[in-house]
């Protein structure tokens, strides 16, 4: 099975939002709802404080929580590339991937009655070449491709910072690019 996977580079991110909007737009999400969302993040004291963004979605985990919590095998692993999807018609909308997600990634779609995530746009990725949040980040902080050749062009690359969960449990196949910064555990949520 080939594994798929995102690579994110803090270093040329400026939280513009686009890749979160264009995201939006294209699942037709309600208000308050995405499937990739950028949050920003504060380190340091005056006058030696930093800040970075965070450009997130759903790591298609190797070991992902929601698949091996999901009771009706609604969330499971796509035989082909390796990213974790979901399908609507067999999810009970139980919330077990929710709670058991440690990335905090599937979602309620409550007008639904189901939950859903970020499918890295397997439906339309053949026709666009690239999920829809990579081809509209104009600064080119997002790439998506086979994990092991972004590992290798992208060396420096980390799976663990300090504002997100610890890798070890579940694998994620998705690698960040970032200043010292990003491991420092003083960090405070900035809100932009």
Do not use: W
């Amino acid at each position: 099975m080939t594994r798929k996977g995102f690579y994110f580079d803090s270093t040329r991110c400026v939280g513009c939002k686009t890749c979160q909007v264009a995201c939006k737009l294209k699942n037709a999400l309600p208000v308050g709802i995405t499937y990739r969302a950028v949050a920003s993040y504060e380190v340091g004291e005056y006058p030696e404080a930093k800040y970075y963004h965070i450009s997130h979605t759903c790591n298609h985990c190797v070991d992902a929580a929601c698949v091996a919590n999901c009771p009706t095998g609604a969330m499971h692993r796509d035989e082909e590339d390796g990213t974790v999807q979901h399908d609507d018609e067999i999810c009970i909308g139980c919330e077990t991937c929710v709670k058991s997600c440690p990335y905090q990634v599937p979602v309620l779609l409550e007008d639904k009655k189901i939950t859903g995530k970020c499918n890295a746009c397997i439906d339309t990725r053949s026709e666009d070449g690239a999920p829809t949040c990579v081809a509209a980040c104009g600064t080119r902080a997002l790439e998506f491709g086979d994990y092991d050749e972004l590992a290798a062009a992208h060396p420096d690359a980390v799976r663990d910072i300090a504002c997100r969960p610890d890798s070890s449990m579940t694998d994620p196949s998705t690698l960040i690019m970032g200043r010292d910064c990003l491991q420092d555990d003083s960090f405070v949520d900035l809100v932009l």
